[in-house]
């Protein structure tokens, strides 16, 4: 297969690293990029190759030219698709790209993927992973595919269908009194002895190039017109900076001559500090106290790649927005019952940003705009039904 990998290379302090070896994070604990000859692959092949030459993989493994996997056999066929742009109104401007639809049920299945073919070419036999629930099923049910043990660790009120999920696709999944920052420092501190990779968010780098492929899907599906904006639920970041990340390749590659996305980052009020750090204009964000929300996605008190997605929200002239958990409820329930769009609370909250963005003038309503639901809303509690049908 062709790779058009050369390196990895700190996200901070850009020193290279080995990409036939086993790596986490960068010297300095920053996490690490994947590097790629974009000239001699502009060299190679064209837009269209890139898009056609492996059309017959499933989904986001199509785009294998700037993916990093060595062998076509590394693919983990579970029925990838990609993923619809929907129009949930008649508006023909706002569109929400539907995660749900990839398997297990949420867009972390793109990261996942990747992460564990790589696993797998680099022969790692044992991955864990913390999570706040979709990130565990994804490790899980790819991990088995491919023949690798998985272990994950989630806060003990993760919502438990995210917790039997990963367990009965075949990670030995554990509960901790705790936050998802708490399950990754018991990963760090047991992995060694326990023979673990860890792949948490932006710890290894090659989730961040399977989220990356939403900017791929995004680019091609609107025939290389990508939107003037991005809402996207904010928590490790991975989906922003690697949407980021495919962009910008598409650009050096001149695959694209459109003016790059605003990226918005939404996050929950009661758990914002990419939010804070945005609007005090620091290039790092402070640990989250007590965090909680309902969108268990987004609940995330410390991010390894704060930086990173602080800049791409700067460099895209975007904009970080919080929103309360009952303004994410009201919305979920709006695009429920009127739209017939149900939606995880996590997407539902880019929504509540939205329109947040266009009261503050910083979005116009004409201007084409993606919002992501990153899961499916099956997954997530509704309010109870209780009627009553007198047959008399
Ligand atoms: C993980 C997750 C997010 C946050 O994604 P990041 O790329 O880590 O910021 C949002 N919504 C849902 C449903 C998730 O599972």
Redesign the pocket.
Known sequence: MNNFVTHLECSEAGDHYNFAEINNLSKINKPLLVKYDLEKLKNSFSKEDFINDFASLPGFWKYQYLLPLSKKSSVIDLGEVITPLVRISKSNNLFIKDEGRLPTG???ARGLALGVARAKELGIKKIAIPT????GAALAAYATAAGIESFVFCPEDTPSINIREAEIQGAKTFTIDGLINDCGSIIAKHKEKEGWFDIS?LKEPYRLEG?KTMGFELAEQLNWELPKNIF?????????IGMWKAFNELKKLNWIDCDLPKMFAIQSSSCAPIVTAFEKGKDYADPWPNAHTL?S??R?PVAVGDFLILRTIRESNGHALAVDDHEIITERDNLANRYGFLA?P??AATLAGYKKALQLGLVDANEKTVLFN??TGLKYPMPEVNNKFHDK
Do not use: D, M, R
């Open positions: 949420s867009f972390k706040n629930g979709n990130a968010t989220k996207y639920p904010t928590g490790g970041g991975t989906g922003l969108a996605g987004i995330v995880c996590e997407g990153c899961a």
